[in-house]
């Protein structure tokens, strides 16, 4: 049994009181975007505004091709 697993049968073994200080701790513990993740979302919006973008269909028959690069 992986790690995950064991802890999901364990979580359902808890009594929903500590299910619900687990969900606190793991809200706690999610620190949200951080500021180079929310930097590069932005340039990478400047960039498709600015220099456009591959349309779908494109990735959709080229993606092969660049996977195997």
């Given at each position: 049994m992986s790690?995950?697993?064991?802890?999901?049968?364990?979580?359902?073994?808890?009594?929903?009181?500590?299910?619900?200080?687990?969900?606190?701790?793991?809200?706690k513990q999610?620190?949200?975007?951080?500021?180079?993740?929310?930097?590069?979302?932005?340039?990478?919006?400047?960039?498709?505004?600015?220099?456009?973008?591959?349309?779908?269909?494109?990735?959709?028959?080229?993606?092969?091709?660049?996977a195997s690069?």
């Amino acid at each position: 049994m992986s790690g995950l697993a064991e802890i999901q049968q364990a979580i359902l073994k808890l009594s929903p009181w500590d299910r619900g200080l687990l969900w606190e701790w793991l809200q706690k513990q999610d620190k949200g975007e951080s500021p180079e993740l929310l930097a590069a979302v932005d340039e990478g919006i400047r960039s498709l505004e600015t220099d456009g973008g591959v349309p779908a269909e494109v990735v959709y028959q080229q993606i092969t091709t660049w996977a195997s690069r």
